[in-house]
């Protein structure tokens, strides 16, 4: 009985500690531009991306090459994971202001 709660506990435990271990990336929206423009993360490992919305408006943040796409309301944030990729660059986009709200995600060793 003993040894069943105690595989019940790590059970349990093991997507926190496995959550905890996920590389976090920032990245913040002011005058509908992107900050940093370009993002360094590491090849072949799983990202947790927090976007932050500064601006009063929504923007949507948008990839081809990640297969994301998430709306952050004005003064907002959303998380999104992404990865593991291969080293190479990833660009996306404010699909509300594409033509200002553009950058690149770099994955490299």
Not at 12 to 31: L, R
Not at 63 to 68: A, C, D, P, T
Not at 74 to 81: D, E, L, P
Request: with cysteine.
């Amino acid at each position: 009985m003993i040894f069943r709660k105690f595989i019940l506990i790590l059970l349990c435990m093991s997507p926190a500690i496995s959550a905890a271990t996920v590389p976090e990336f920032t990245i913040e929206i002011h005058d509908h531009l992107f900050f940093p423009s370009t993002l360094v993360v590491p090849a072949d490992t799983k990202v947790k991306l927090i976007i932050i919305n500064k601006d009063p408006t929504p923007e949507e943040f948008e990839s081809y090459e990640l297969n994301r796409e998430k709306v952050i309301m004005g003064g907002a944030r959303a998380v999104i994971f992404i990865g593991p990729l291969k080293s190479g660059d990833y660009p996306f986009f404010g699909e509300f202001n594409p033509k200002t709200a553009q950058g690149v995600i770099r994955a490299q060793h």
